[in-house]
């Protein structure tokens, strides 16, 4: 009996049976997609690890443990995705469901059919779903290996293994069955006389009162806000959904702009003039050889060597220009301080050019073996974002310092670093000396690298350039080497793949929010027709339930958009501040407008669309059999 009332069930009533099949085909592709996802990082951090130790054992990495809680969320708000649309769907037929509790259905009976219904319903769409989900998983993979052939030093290859299509599968079903039953188990509960007389519709006990709405949409926008109040809790998981997938997209679009424009600004731009290829050798000495290679090879234009050591001195009160001391030596720093001898510690980065270099840097003006840089920053009367400096030394007066148990004069004063890719260490007195003054010294100050920084003539070079060089240091071979050019394409590579990781699941978050909405609004067709039906009784026509059914879509779509932009203004503000990039400069260069605009229009297209569909249904019913009552 119970089979042939399923059987007649679903060959009746196709539009929610293929409501249920297209949200199991969604869930299941997008769980079968991101088990491949995490199978494909897994196996990559396996192969690493057996090239660089032999074994196979793989740490917890953040990366790894950032993809397991994105696994997890994701498959949680599938399993909401579909717990909630089966809900929906079941709860259409709770008046039915009704009247077979009244002439003798047990709950159990009912619970089975339900459930079973679902199970059948769902299979060959989980199977198609998976098999789609495995289609899609390598084609983002494929993209991913392409984009980052040019970040790796190994093959990266496109794996799958069935255990993984037999775990998402399994997962699929399961959850399917869970989503089911959790819905069926409640409705089986409901008593026939609840079931028959109210049947979906909530017991509403006060409605807010929306004088803003009427005052600016009219009646039919306050009855529309009236309604999503009452089925508020209907419509949770859906608005959430489309809520969170707009705020973490754009948010996360514009926090990866300032990222992006930052790094542009602070390294590429400002350094752009300063390198272009970087060898980084380990050790304390440089290669005079390897040196006169460099500066003799074709389309280079210079070349500096330094090493650095950090060391540590005192300074006198008497030492410090008029500046410093005029300030809150306390406020400046607080690591600035003086000892019990009224001196100053502070720290000594110390930068060790070759000799060529040296004599370039500090000039013909005199002959000194150290240059002290001699600027602090004054974060008394500046910001971090636009710091200004001060001497910080007294240039008049005859200065030694004693470095690591060694006096060093200094009488030479300059206000910038050597045209290095490195920054001044704040709070610090820097000192630059040459490779031959530093030799008479006998420091037992020992640098751990050695770096050439290379100038070319043209960017046009660039390629050939790094070959020659590439050639040039394989008698070397603990090196490093950094090309600027290449460096900015890889940044830039990066960045879009950060954007396709957050377009993929942001999609995700979406389709789960539109596809809940969808449920809520087709879902209950049975209650809002109830609930037009006396709407129209009283005198609304038509287009007047149009109208009404426009302003809730229209409430539905824009807010989650209008409170994601509301919210970013300010969060916004706050890291372009503390990046110091104008407002202007963001707009214009980095502002997600057109991923923004498409996710924007997508959301208000398929809610509109949704309420479309249903809005079509509660128009063409017939009036007396929806509004006529069945409890006698």
């Keep these: ?57 793989v740490e917890f990495t953040p990366v790894v443990i950032a993809y397991i809680v994105v696994f997890t969320i994701a498959s949680f708000a599938l399993v909401m995705m579909i717990h909630h649309a089966f809900a929906a769907t079941m709860t259409n037929r709770i008046h039915q469901l009704g009247i077979l509790q ?63 299509f037999i775990g998402s599968f399994g997962f699929s079903m399961l959850t399917a069955a869970i989503s089911a039953w959790i819905p069926a188990r409640k409705l089986s509960r409901i008593t026939p006389l609840e079931a028959i007389h109210y049947g979906n519709e909530p017991v509403i006990k006060r409605v807010k009162k929306y004088r803003i709405h009427s005052a600016i949409f009219g009646i039919y926008g306050e009855m529309a806000r009236k309604s999503l109040f009452v089925r508020r809790k209907a419509m949770r998981v859906g608005t959430m959904s489309i809520l969170l997938a707009v705020f973490a997209c754009i948010s996360i679009l514009n926090m990866l702009g300032v990222s992006g424009l930052s790094t542009e600004r602070t390294y590429f731009d400002r350094y752009r003039n ?39 001195t005192q300074i006198p009160t008497d030492y410090l220009s008029s500046d410093v ?108 000396m040459s490779e031959s003054y530093y030799a008479t010294l006998s420091f037992d100050l020992k640098a751990e690298e050695t770096i050439y920084t290379l100038k070319m003539t043209d960017e046009s070079k660039n390629d050939a350039l790094e070959e020659r060089l590439q050639g040039m240091l394989e008698a070397y071979p603990d090196y490093a080497f950094e090309g600027r050019v290449q460096e900015l394409a890889d940044e830039m590579q990066i960045q879009q793949g950060l954007r396709m990781i957050i377009y993929l ?15 809520s609004t087709l879902g209950q067709i049975y209650q809002r027709k109830r609930e037009f039906a006396r709407y129209f009784a009283v005198g609304l026509t038509p287009k007047g339930a149009a109208k009404i059914l426009a302003w809730e879509a229209a409430i539905v779509a824009l807010r989650p958009i209008l409170l994601t932009i509301v919210v970013n203004i300010p969060l916004m503000a706050l890291m372009l501040d503390a990046g110091g990039i104008t407002a202007g400069d963001f707009i214009a260069k980095r502002l997600p407008l057109i991923p923004a605009i498409l996710l924007f229009v997508a959301v208000i297209g398929f809610v509109a669309l949704a309420y479309y569909l249903g809005g079509k249904k509660i128009c063409n019913m017939n009036l007396v059999e929806v509004i006529k009552d069945d409890t006698l």
């Design 102 to 164: 009244s002439i003798g259905a047990t709950p159990r009976q009912i619970k089975f059919t339900l459930v079973n219904e679902v199970v059948v319903l769902s299979l060959p769409a989980i199977i198609v779903g998976n098999i789609i989900g495995i289609g899609l998983c390598w084609a983002i993979m494929s993209i991913i290996i392409g984009s980052t052939a040019n970040l790796r030093d190994y093959t990266l290859t496109f794996t799958y293994h069935p255990i993984v």
């Design 325 to 432: 001391q005029k300030l809150s030596h306390e406020k400046l720093n607080s690591s600035f301080a003086a000892n019990e001898a009224g001196a100053y510690n502070t720290r000594v980065p110390i930068f060790i050019l070759d000799d060529k270099s040296f004599a370039e840097y500090r000039g013909d003006t005199n002959d000194a073996n150290v240059v002290a840089v001699n600027i602090i920053w004054d974060s008394v009367n500046s910001e971090r974002t636009d710091r200004q400096y001060v001497p910080f030394l007294n240039e008049g007066k005859e200065i030694v310092l004693n470095v690591n148990g060694k006096d060093i004069p200094v009488s030479a004063f300059s206000d910038a670093l050597p045209v290095l890719r490195e920054e001044l260490t704040q709070y610090a007195l820097t000192l630059v």
């Design 505 to 519: 699941f942001t999609g995700i978050l979406t389709c789960i929010g539109l596809a809940n909405i969808f449920a």
């Design 1 to 57: 009996m119970w089979n042939a009332y399923s059987a007649s069930y679903i060959k009746n009533n196709k539009t929610g049976n293929r409501f249920i099949m297209i949200i199991s085909f969604l869930a299941s592709m997008m769980l079968s997609l991101v088990s491949g996802l995490f199978y494909n990082l897994w196996a990559d951090q396996v192969n690493q690890t057996v090239a660089e130790s032999g074994t196979s054992g």
């Design 274 to 312: 300063n390198w272009d290829f970087l060898v980084t050798v380990k050790g304390d000495t440089y290669s005079e050889e390897l040196l006169n290679d460099i500066r003799n090879t074709e389309d280079v234009t210079g070349c500096i060597v330094h090493r650095i050591v950090n060391s540590n």
